[in-house]
């Protein structure tokens, strides 16, 4: 028997320095708690981070590629690598060893075509290095020969310098193929389908092998390596069976989609315009009163200028807007301009002139002009009158001035270097000054302000829009686009129908 | 990496930092578990909720006072905390005993064995037992942490020393029939 203790010291003292390891399970279920609670609380977070990083790039992007277009000139000079394609037939895979089916087609790019930046040379040369890694792999792999990997990354490292030193280009369709696709299957590492060839027949399957070993081989490597390397090539597509081939094709087909919207990734694009614009009208009529219904009308040419922005919904359509100032100015010919020239004349005048005038129209007033001068229609005017008065044969000139604000759809029929597209929509024009004057003895005369001209008015548009692709960022756009003008006037006499017409050119910069 | 490192980690919910101060001192707090809980299953489970509770209130943490002192006083309140949802306070006989000094004389007695017996105590003597002589709180700190009186602190102690005081006895006794 021991000393006598207090029961608290009894266990104090036990449990002085206790300490018992729980079990490893408790840890990991801890840790899956907590990370599925960090998911949770994550998960806003990052949403939000990722669409600030997204905003920051596009932003920066948009800014880049501006500055990075004036570099362009000093790349035009490069050349384009000789790419040699290999054509391989479905049916001839199984005995392709003697190279019966691979023809070499060379591209020469001369000039100009699809001149691309050096930040894309770069781009498209880290994507053939791993490309080359990749195959390097699979080669490795497949043959199990350590030489071959060997010689092939020694070649794939010596086409990157190649790339870089000489900036040689790839194909631009080539160079948009999408990389991060490629992992899915290993074999389309090796395969870059020929688009056309692939449209024309299904059997034809043609193989491009990655273009810069093809060329830089036969410089870095000797003959013998550069037939082994091949015979790597060709075994390797020789183990490709028919299912694999089928799934190359999908995803082949995947590439090619993602290629096409690839070459429109720049959606925006702003296009400062100018155009000549004709105004008249479609049936007889006059805006003014209806004594000038049947007086000849001239449009006149005046300019349009202002700035559109269009957005690419789609590969095809784009929609369109933006700020216009037109001037427009109108004709109405044979009109009388008459002066009273005393008083006394004056009312029997006007009576006579009302009473002549009531048997084809009906009541005609003379519209008042500054100085005391009068206009009427020359139709309506009596010519036994003249005596009396001094008058003058001139025409009513009109202009308006509009602020034109389109909305247009704008569809391509034809997409090549010179795009064709048709361009529907309508406009709202807000009305910023009118003048209508006649010309009198050499002088201006202001008629008074007719009010019947709308504040607000409309238009439908239609037009045919022809785009020439100047480079990857610069079109030239040419759109002669008819304005049919609705609620222009109020009470219009007659079937005045306006309308304007315009030639709208301009550089649209796409980003 | 000393502790304050670690601490800020947690902080930022580094999942490797939370792993390492669950290693410094999942052993200590595990036998807090221990000593308060019913049997093993239920002190894992506290130790389980005890450590989310301390991550998930670690920024909560200013640097002031001891850090294990801050992770035992979690760990116990997490404790308390399931028996105050399971309500198992009340069914405890309120006898007032009176506080008699009790002596035992072992020092062969295995420590399973008194935590054994604390774990079977009824839950609030054990409770009480623990915080007022393991943890050293005051009596007025247990009944405000038991939400209890400071006599039915004070008497569910002394019922939880008697019981003990006995039990240790017997095992006395009788030591062979409880070697662990």
Request: aromatic share 8%.
């Amino acid at each position: 028997m021991g000393d006598k203790k207090h029961i608290d010291r009894l266990f104090q003292e036990h449990f002085k320095d206790f300490e018992v390891k729980p079990d490893a399970a408790i840890w990991s279920n801890i840790e899956a708690k907590l990370l599925n609670k960090k998911k949770k609380r994550r998960l806003i977070p990052i949403w939000w981070r990722y669409a600030g990083v997204a905003a920051i790039l596009l932003l920066a992007l948009s800014i880049g590629t501006i500055f990075i277009n004036t570099n362009k000139s000093t790349t035009t000079n490069s050349k384009i690598v000789d790419t040699k394609v290999i054509e391989i037939k479905n049916d001839t895979i199984p005995n392709t060893k003697k190279h019966n089916s691979i023809s070499r087609t060379v591209i020469k790019h001369k000039h100009g075509v699809s001149v691309d930046t050096l930040t894309n040379i770069k781009k498209s040369s880290q994507r053939i290095y791993k490309t080359n890694r990749a195959a390097s792999k699979i080669s490795n792999n497949r043959n199990s020969r350590a030489t071959i990997k060997n010689k092939n990354s020694i070649s794939s490292k010596t086409n990157t310098l190649a790339v870089s030193q000489k900036s040689t280009i790839l194909k631009s369709k080539i160079e948009k193929i999408d990389n991060s696709a490629i992992p899915k299957t290993s074999i389309v590492n090796n395969l870059n389908l020929d688009k056309k060839q692939f449209i024309k027949s299904d059997t034809l399957i043609t193989v491009q092998n990655n273009k810069f070993v093809s060329n830089t081989q036969s410089k870095t490597l000797n003959k013998s390596n550069q037939i082994k390397e091949k015979q790597n090539r060709v075994n390797l597509l020789n183990k490709i069976d028919s299912t694999s081939m089928e799934v190359a094709i999908t995803e082949h087909k995947s590439l090619l989609t993602q290629e096409d919207t690839k070459v429109s990734t720049n959606k925006w694009s702003i296009t400062p315009n100018i155009a000549p614009v004709y105004f008249n009208s479609l049936g007889k009529g006059s805006s003014i009163d209806a004594q000038f219904n049947n007086n000849t009308t001239t449009g006149e040419v005046n300019m349009s200028y202002g700035i559109n922005a269009s957005y690419a919904l789609s590969k095809k359509l784009k929609v369109r807007s933006g700020i216009n100032r037109v001037n427009l100015s109108y004709n109405t010919n044979n009109v009388i301009a008459f002066s009273i020239i005393n008083a006394s004349v004056n009312s029997a005048t006007l009576n006579r002139l009302s009473s002549t005038a009531s048997d084809n129209i009906g009541e005609i007033k003379a519209i008042t002009a500054e100085n005391g001068i009068s206009i009427m229609s020359a139709s309506s005017f009596n010519s036994s009158d003249s005596a009396l008065l001094s008058s003058s044969n001139t025409s009513i000139n009109q202009s308006f001035g509009f602020i034109e604000i389109p909305l247009e759809l704008q569809y391509a029929v034809l997409t090549r270097r010179v795009g064709v597209n048709i361009i529907g929509g309508f406009s709202s024009l807000f009305l910023s000054n009118y003048n209508a004057f006649s010309s009198i003895n050499g002088q201006q005369t202001r008629l008074q302000e007719t009010d019947n001209i709308n504040n607000t008015s409309y238009s439908a548009n239609v037009g045919i829009g022809i785009h020439y692709k100047i480079s990857k960022m610069i079109n030239f756009n040419l759109e002669p686009i008819f304005k049919y003008q609705i609620n222009t006037f109020r009470n219009t006499s007659g079937e005045f129908q306006p309308f304007f017409v315009g030639v709208y050119s301009g550089f649209g910069i796409r980003f | 990496m000393s502790l304050e490192q670690l601490i800020k980690k947690c902080k930022k919910n580094d999942t490797k930092a939370q792993g390492e101060l669950y290693k410094l001192f999942s052993s200590k707090l595990f036998s807090i578990c221990l000593k308060y809980s019913r049997n093993y299953v239920e002190a894992e489970d506290n130790l389980q909720d005890a450590f989310l509770t301390i991550f998930s209130k670690i920024d909560q943490y200013k640097n002031k006072g001891a850090f294990e002192g801050w992770l035992k006083r979690i760990t116990v309140n997490t404790v308390l905390q399931r028996y105050r949802n399971e309500k198992v306070f009340k069914i405890v006989n309120e006898n007032n005993i009176e506080d008699v000094e009790i002596e035992t004389d072992e020092d062969h007695i295995s420590i399973d064995y008194l935590l054994q017996i604390i774990q079977k105590l009824p839950d609030r003597y054990r409770l009480v037992f623990n915080l007022y002589v393991m943890d050293e709180y005051s009596h007025k700190d247990i009944a405000e942490m038991l939400k209890i009186s400071v006599g039915t602190s004070k008497s569910n102690l002394a019922r939880a020393r008697q019981i003990l005081k006995k039990t240790v006895e017997n095992y006395n006794q009788k030591p062979n029939l409880h070697s662990l």
